[in-house]
C-alpha cells in the first residue's frame, strides 16, 4: 500500500535536487508527480496528470456504486414486470448491475474529469504565487524515512501531509 505525501517546493532547482535525493532513496520517478501554475516550464520533471490533477478516480468509483445499484433496481423490475411472453431469470439482474456499472463509471468519470481535485485546493494559493507542488507516492513502511530525508537535506521543502490512501493504478 502506498501513501501520498505532499511537499510545496520554492521553485524548479529545488525540485531537481529532490528528485535526485528521491531516487538515490529508490522511489521510482513515476510515483513523483509536480504540479505548477500554467506557463511554468517543468523542464522534464513528471508533471501530474489528471488524475492527480481532478477530481476523476472518486468519480469513477461514485458511478461504479450508484451505477452498480441502478443496475440491480432495473433488473429487478425486469424480473417483476418481464417484457410480453418473456421469461427472466436472475442472471437479468446480474447483467444489469454489470451493465449499470460500466454506464456510472463511464459517465461520471467523463464528468469528473472537469473537475479540479478537492485535496488540492488548499495548494491553490501557492502554486499560484509561483511554487511546485511535489506529491509523491511513498510505501507506507517508508514514510518516516522519505520525511526525514526531505527535512534533513531540503530544509525549503514545506511538507504538508499526506493522503490516506491512494488508488492501486496511478
Sequence with gaps: MRRRLYFVLPDITSAKQIVNDLLLARIEERHMHFLAKDGVALDGLHEASILQTSDIVHGAESGLVVGG?????????????????????????????????????????????????????????????????????VPSMRLAEIRELLGKHHPEASGRGQEPTIPAFP
Design 69 to 137: 445499484v441502478s443496475g440491480v433496481v432495473a433488473g429487478i423490475a425486469v424480473m417483476m414486470f418481464p417484457p410480453t411472453g418473456a421469461s427472466m431469470q436472475l442472471v437479468t439482474v446480474l447483467i444489469t448491475a454489470v451493465l449499470g456499472s460500466i454506464f456510472g463509471v463511464w459517465v461520471s468519470s467523463m464528468i469528473a474529469s472537469s473537475v479540479p481535485n478537492t485535496r488540492l485546493r488548499e495548494f491553490e494559493y501557492e502554486i499560484s504565487a509561483g511554487k511546485i507542488l511535489l506529491m509523491v507516492d
